[in-house]
């Protein structure tokens, strides 16, 4: 009797050792597992080579719409500036401009034209001589398809000024139909000889006098050769 109380008091001690032995590790699982960080998710960053590749292509649309607007100046143009009509001839390279003008008002002139576009702004500057007086004039418009509106600034080399508004049609994108305009040229005509003045007329005629004159068998006088006089006139090449 005894015996058996012994070993069943023995029993319940090892089943009550085994029973906090596992519950210590349960435990020490469960406060490790709350310990342990959780796992971190990097963020996702977009991809550079999309953007890269993305981006040059909308700037190279942009740009070559830009160019395409530009480009449609190249050709002939007619302004018109209040009462004067100007034909002009316009040339592109990325955003410079360059040609030349002609007009019949108020005389015939042609004009050099150099100037800048962006985008749907124009500034052009033509430089012409008009009766012997230099003009610049200065147009600053906005073109759009094919028409030039907008205002000049006109002024002249004996201090002139005038201003007004401009309005231009592209006639032809073509640029070998333009033709400058018929200038009279004002020119100088050099004498080849040397300017007789009256000191060397003097000297001639006291020559030709001192030389005797000579008769025809029926009394008139026969005509001096001047060829024979040459080395008694004078000769100075300034004609002094």
Not at 140 to 160: I, M, P, R
């Amino acid at each position: 009797m005894n015996l058996r109380r012994i070993a069943l008091s023995v029993l319940i001690t090892i089943t009550l050792i085994s029973g906090l032995s596992i519950a210590e590790d349960s435990n020490v699982s469960t406060n490790e597992s709350e310990v342990l960080p959780a796992e971190v998710v990097e963020p996702t960053e977009p991809a550079i080579s999309d953007v890269e590749t993305a981006a040059p292509e909308e700037t190279e649309t942009t740009d070559t719409a830009a160019t395409a607007e530009v480009k449609a100046l190249e050709g002939n143009w007619i302004l018109n500036m209040d009462d004067a009509q100007i034909s002009m001839v316009v040339y592109q390279s990325d955003d410079l401009l360059f040609g030349a003008a002609n007009s019949e008002t108020p005389k015939p002139w042609n004009a050099v034209v150099s100037g800048l576009a962006y985008e749907d702004v124009v500034e052009l500057e033509m430089l012409s001589l008009q009766d012997g007086v230099l003009v610049s004039t200065l147009i600053t418009g906005t073109a759009a398809e094919g028409t030039l509106t907008g205002s000049f600034v006109q002024s002249d080399s004996s201090g002139k000024v005038n201003k007004g508004s401009v309005m231009g049609f592209l006639t032809s994108p073509e640029t070998s139909g333009y033709e400058p305009a018929n200038v009279p040229t004002a020119t100088t005509t050099a004498t080849a000889t040397a300017a007789v003045t009256p000191a060397t007329e003097s000297a001639a005629t006291a020559t030709a006098a001192s030389v005797p004159a000579e008769t025809t068998e029926d009394g008139r006088k026969k005509p001096v050769d001047v060829v024979t006089l040459k080395d008694t006139i004078p000769y100075s090449p300034f004609g002094i």
